[in-house]
């Protein structure tokens, strides 16, 4: 665990998070393709206007997007940028994207509830998933991040590494390892975790 310039960077980032759409995030863009869903994932436009989808119907999403799994089943999203992106049970993600002078865009997921996966083998892409206790940040990696309470997040990398972030401190998490956030307080020191649960829900929607 240490402490660095990226633990304030998401301490402005968790302020800027009350506000739907904060100041260098884009809307009305393209974000990516809903490919599938186990249930009924509900996408919600900036307009308010909400799609269902059902199945392996495939739907067009864009900058500012609420996608939200009511009750049982998940969606597998695939971003702009070739990002992998799955909704567990009873989820729901807001979909960003950040521009920064001189660097690349980043791929922003704001976690607003349940758990959500991604797998991204693009180095050269930056993905975050943003949650109100902290912010998990990475290029190449497969992780999941999940919100288990308003106060409480966990980050646990599957494949490669990630950053996970709290206003206090960064966590480097690293395959087969869990760090936890607490509202208030430093990211836990990563531990091992057993990685099955997440791969046995994630997974099997790449093959649909």
């Given at each position: 665990m240490r402490m660095t310039g990226r633990a304030s960077q998401v301490a402005l980032t968790l302020a800027l998070l009350a506000s739907p759409a904060a100041p260098?995030?884009?809307?009305?863009?393209p974000a990516g393709t809903a490919k599938s869903a186990t249930g009924t994932l509900v996408?919600?436009?900036t307009d308010g206007v909400e799609t269902r989808l059902q199945g392996r119907r495939t739907l067009s999403l864009y900058e500012g997007d609420v996608l939200r799994i009511d009750g049982q089943g998940e969606a597998l999203?695939?971003?702009e940028e070739g990002i992998q992106v799955a909704l567990?049970?009873?989820s729901a993600v807001r979909i960003l994207l950040r521009w920064e002078k001189g660097k690349a865009a980043t791929r922003i997921l704001r976690l607003?509830?349940?758990?959500?996966?991604?797998r991204n083998d693009n180095a050269q892409r930056a993905v975050e998933i943003e949650t109100p206790?902290?912010?998990?940040?990475?290029?190449?990696?497969?992780?999941?991040?999940?919100?288990v309470a308003s106060d409480e997040a966990v980050a646990t990398v599957v494949r490669d590494a990630a950053?996970?972030?709290t206003p206090l401190s960064t966590c480097q998490v690293r395959a087969g390892t869990v760090s936890y956030g607490y509202r208030g307080k430093a990211c836990t020191e990563p531990a091992v975790a057993d990685v099955k649960r997440?791969?046995?829900w994630s997974h099997p929607l790449l093959l649909r």
């Open positions: 260098g995030f884009a809307q009305s863009f996408v919600v436009r999203v695939e971003t567990a049970a009873d607003e509830r349940g758990e959500v996966w991604v206790v902290g912010t998990l940040s990475a290029r190449a990696v497969e992780a999941s991040v999940r919100l950053d996970f972030s997440i791969i046995g």
